[in-house]
């Protein structure tokens, strides 16, 4: 239901074309509109929808809130239940035209809006979870929700090592605070004795996104491993990082590269470099956010991902590497974390496709614990 006739000025709300009201209703919502004009100080606070004919409900502009009293204003103008005045901001031209998102986030993004112009969910698939991010921040008493579509913006966030430790883009250890830097969608609010503030969700598709990717063929290079070991900085803190025994490494891809590893097998206890492997994960996780992850068909697993549940979520308890993968014979190193609240799945291996076995990429995937499905597809984790 799009309530996108908006009358500008009192002629308009005269002018039956303007505005579809049943003709029991016209005299009673002019008044109405002028004590709301009036009291407001805007010309255009009501949104009808055009495709009634003889319409009994209207949308009454959010940024209002707090400044008429619709019950009393209701009240006063004899509008009865049979007519209906609720909170929403029709079709202002506030939508984003240049979504070039993929389909989860567009369908989103108009859901959102659908509830932002009508106040209603409509039948948008995800209508269950924007009902819960509208309890969860108490949307419905804000006077301003604006949608804002970031996916296109989204910034690059390489991992370097900086003061030896990793840092993953502009975040470190200790400031990693990412919500408008990792933010697809963004809400603008504007709520009763409050500041305007922005509420970035970062959306995420079961098996579709990496928690990091570092290319490694200058820190891992296939010269060094030839050699039987890396002496390189970054590639000296990628195995300090999870507890990988250099020469073990060496070996296994060359092994691979003559065609059979043999070297393979669980390390069950390496020992790991904590404060990195902190710096690793939290940089990559972050803060600040709407955590948004679409799991199995419409079921979305959100939260807000404060400072607190991050620190939580980068707790590390385990950390188990598999020289060869699971098999110990596969041209890979894979490594699985397991934190306070998270399961986490790391692999050093070639990515391209190439006829070498010496790796190309260090990249992971993650899970909270309450969910199904990491965030990269598993097939890429197994042997």
Not at 67 to 94: C, E, P
Request: some cysteine; hydrophobic content about 30%; glycine content about 10%.
């Amino acid at each position: 239901m799009a309530f996108d006739s908006i009358p500008n000025n009192l002629t308009e709300m005269r002018n039956a074309e303007g505005c579809c009201i049943d003709e029991k209703y016209r005299g009673k919502i002019i008044q109405f509109y002028l004590d709301v004009a009036k009291e407001g100080g805007m010309e255009n606070p009501l949104a009808f929808n055009p495709k009634v004919k003889t319409g009994r409900s209207c949308k009454l502009v959010r940024s209002l809130k707090g400044v008429v009293d619709l019950k009393a204003l209701k009240k006063k103008h004899n509008l009865d239940a049979n007519f209906k005045v609720t909170w929403g901001d029709g079709s202002r031209g506030n939508r984003g035209t240049q979504n070039t998102g993929n389909l989860f986030e567009k369908q989103l993004e108009d859901g959102l809006n659908d509830w932002i112009e009508t106040g209603e969910y409509t039948q948008n698939p995800y209508r269950e979870f924007i009902k819960e991010l509208v309890k969860t921040y108490n949307l419905e008493e804000c006077q301003i929700v604006k949608v804002i579509n970031s996916g296109p913006d989204n910034t690059k966030r390489p991992m370097s090592i900086e003061n030896g430790k990793w840092k993953i883009g502009t975040a470190t250890e200790n400031d990693y605070d990412i919500g408008k830097i990792v933010t697809d969608l963004t809400l603008e609010t504007k709520c009763p004795g409050k500041p305007m503030k922005n509420i970035y969700l970062s959306l995420k598709k079961g098996g579709t996104t990496t928690l990091s990717n570092l290319g490694v063929k200058v820190s891992l290079s296939p010269a060094q491993i030839k050699t039987g070991r890396i002496t390189n900085a970054v590639g000296l803190k990628v195995l300090e990082t999870f507890g990988i025994d250099n020469e073990r490494f060496c070996r296994v891809f060359n092994e691979a590269e003559a065609g059979k590893v043999e070297s393979g097998g669980l390390d069950d206890s390496p020992e790991y470099n904590k404060k990195l492997l902190l710096s690793m994960i939290r940089g990559s996780i972050g803060y600040g956010y709407h955590y948004t992850h679409l799991t199995r068909g419409t079921d979305i697993h959100g939260f807000p991902l404060t400072k607190s549940v991050c620190d939580s979520a980068t707790d590390v308890r385990s950390v188990k590497v598999y020289y060869g993968g699971q098999t110990g014979t596969a041209e890979r190193i894979n490594i699985e974390v397991k934190t306070a609240t998270m399961e986490l799945k790391f692999n050093i291996r070639d990515t391209s496709g190439s006829s070498s076995a010496y790796p190309d990429k260090l990249q992971s995937g993650y899970k909270f614990d309450k969910e199904a499905l990491f965030s990269v597809a598993e097939d890429g984790y197994q042997d």
